[in-house]
C-alpha cells in the first residue's frame, strides 16, 4: 500500500472490496498527521530557533518515526480486516466445522480490533508532537501545525468506529475492557486537537 499512487488507493478504496476501508484511512490520517509535524520541524531548524534545537531535532526524528509506524498500521489494518472477511467465508455445516468458523472469527476480531486501537495510540503521540511544536515552531507554517492536529483527530475517531464495530463479537471480557479502554482516551485527544486549532486561528492575521 505504501508503494501505491494516491490514484490507484482511492481507487482501490472506492472498489466494491472488504479492504482497504475505513481503518486504513485512520492510519493514513495519522501518517499525514505526522509528515505534517515533521515538515513544520524542518522549517523549524535554523539559527533562529537555535534555543529549542534538540527539542525540534527529537520531534522532527519522533514524527518520521510515527509516520512509517501508522503506514505500516494501515497495511496490518487492510490484512486484519481481509482475515475476518475469509473467516466468516468459512464453512459450518458440521459442528466442527461450525466451532472452527466461531474460533476463527473471534480471533480475526480481535486482531482487526487492535490495529485501529494502536492508531488512537499513534495520533496521540502525533497530537502531543503538535502541541509541544506550536510554541516554539515556525510562525510562517503554524497553520500546518493545526492541519497535524486535525488529521490526528481524524485519524483517532475513525479509528475509534474501526475499533467499536468489532467489540460486538469479541466474547473474552479482558480483551473487550483493553480494547474500549483504548478508545475511551478518543474524547480527551479531540478536545486537545480543538485546543490546538484554536490557538492557531487566534494568532492569525484576519
Do not use: C
Not at 76 to 91: G, K, N
Request: net charge negative; no cysteine.
Amino acid at each position: 500500500m505504501r508503494t501505491d499512487t494516491i490514484e490507484t488507493f482511492l481507487e482501490q478504496l472506492a472498489a466494491r472490496v472488504p479492504a482497504p476501508g475505513g481503518g486504513a484511512t485512520a492510519a493514513l490520517h495519522a501518517a499525514q498527521a505526522a509528515a505534517l509535524v515533521a515538515m513544520v520541524a524542518r522549517y523549524s531548524d535554523s539559527a533562529r530557533y537555535a534555543d529549542h534545537a534538540e527539542e525540534i531535532a527529537t520531534i522532527t526524528s519522533t514524527a518520521d518515526r510515527l509516520r512509517q509506524n501508522a503506514l505500516g498500521l494501515a497495511e496490518e489494518d487492510a490484512a486484519a480486516f481481509t482475515a475476518v472477511t475469509e473467516a466468516y467465508r468459512r464453512p459450518k455445516g458440521t459442528p466442527d466445522e461450525a466451532t472452527a468458523r466461531s474460533e476463527a472469527i473471534a480471533t480475526a476480531l480481535v486482531a482487526a480490533a487492535r490495529v485501529p486501537a494502536v492508531v488512537v495510540a499513534v495520533a496521540d503521540q502525533v497530537l502531543g508532537l503538535a502541541e509541544q511544536l506550536l510554541p516554539i515552531g515556525n510562525r510562517n507554517v503554524v497553520s500546518d501545525v493545526a492541519a497535524a492536529a486535525e488529521a490526528a483527530r481524524a485519524a483517532a475517531t475513525t479509528a475509534r468506529v474501526n475499533v467499536e464495530v468489532n467489540l460486538g463479537g469479541i466474547k473474552d471480557p479482558l480483551t473487550w475492557g483493553e480494547l474500549a479502554a483504548a478508545v475511551d482516551t478518543v474524547d480527551d485527544l479531540v478536545l486537545r486537537a480543538d485546543k490546538v486549532t484554536a490557538a492557531v486561528r487566534d494568532g492569525l492575521v484576519r
